[in-house]
């Protein structure tokens, strides 16, 4: 019941406050006497709901008279949450889904307990034919069973194809991979590995990134000693790849213009070996703390953190590094498998990022020596905020052009050509675009 009512009230401030799972989840598990099991079973209910909220409200309106944009909030969450458990969950029985949902109920809102109760066993007795979506429509097909805004179906649809565009969605409904990242500044992978063993933490070596870990059972990192001792960081291995395409030479003068939560800025920073200087920017104050904490932990002497907007020229900088990240705000459509709501962006919402992109790009291009380097990229797989972007840039700015990416080691396609586009249902990894240009002259 402990854990059924957390995962509500986080559910209910994401609904109501429109919050972020991941900020809902910090806010309400921080102070909650839960042991790891029921917070895990808690965040399953939490991010199961999340990813698939559409499709959960199809299933409530196939079944109720009261349409889910006519439900009270409190018990609309309430269903969803039970639904969720039916058809999803194969550890929970049926009798405990509907007990426990109407427990809650009955605390939160009794009046509803019947209503909520008959829904529920309805579901349980229809549960073999009431799972397929039967739309004809291929983008209102697709937009409830995968429970995505409209409008990035047809996107994808209009973009990839059909084909592609399944594939895409559904390689997004998997659970994604955690990743760690090796401080080599104290420790190596096998040394981490061996450390984590002892922990019983199951570990795998990433074959084409020698700093990078797989692990599949652990939890509560930020309690684990070998975390707050600066022996690894979390970070996607897409993520990576951006500080391997820069592949800064020690000694040298660094800036990311964009650079919470500093997974990129300590990456390069530690391929530097703690030598040279690299400037690390952010406009948000409370993110410049952010990625204060993760330098001092991960023993960094290179680091300068600084408050400035990206989208702000800095006279101070102009010709001054030999290499420039431009990790720019985006739509984020590549990382849904971590950050669900995404699904549910409104195309108003993203129609201006591709305007904000090529002021911080045109703006980060002026920082770059002569001869330097100079990184755009993004967590998204919208060509209209990557590669067009991109080519937009270097069709005004004819000191700079594409350099060929060397110096990874795995194939994905276009890296002779200074970019690459990395896809979840291709790659197996998050959804990242990465551009690497040369200033010529």
Known sequence: ??????????????????NYSNMAINKHFKDCNLDSRDRGFATEIVYGVVENKIYLDYIIDKLSKIKTNKLNIKVKILLRMGIYQILFLDSVSDYAAVNETVNLVKKLDNRSSGFVNAILRNVIRQKDTIKEVKIKDTVDNLSTKYSYDKWIIRNWISHFGREFTEDLLEANSEKPSLYLRVNTLKTTRDELIKLLEEQEVNCEKVPFLEEAVKVNNLKNIENNELYKKGFFTVQDVSSMLVAKVLNPKEGSQVLDVCSAPGGKTTHIATLMNNTGHVVSRDIYEHKIKLIQSSVKRLGLKNVDVELFDATKLDKESVDKFDYVLADVPCSGLGIIRRKPEIKYKQKEEVKDIPKLQKAILQ?????????????????????NENIEVVESFLQSNKRFEFDKIENINIDLENEEKGYIKIYPNVHGMDGFFIAKLKRVR
Do not use: P
Not at 5 to 13: E, G, I, R, S, T
């Open 1 to 18: 019941m402990k854990s059924r009512n957390l995962a509500y009230k986080v559910l209910f401030d994401i609904e109501k406050n429109q």
């Open 363 to 383: 703006n980060a291009s002026k920082y770059v020596k002569v001869g330097g380097t100079l990184i755009y990229s993004t967590c998204t797989v919208q060509d």
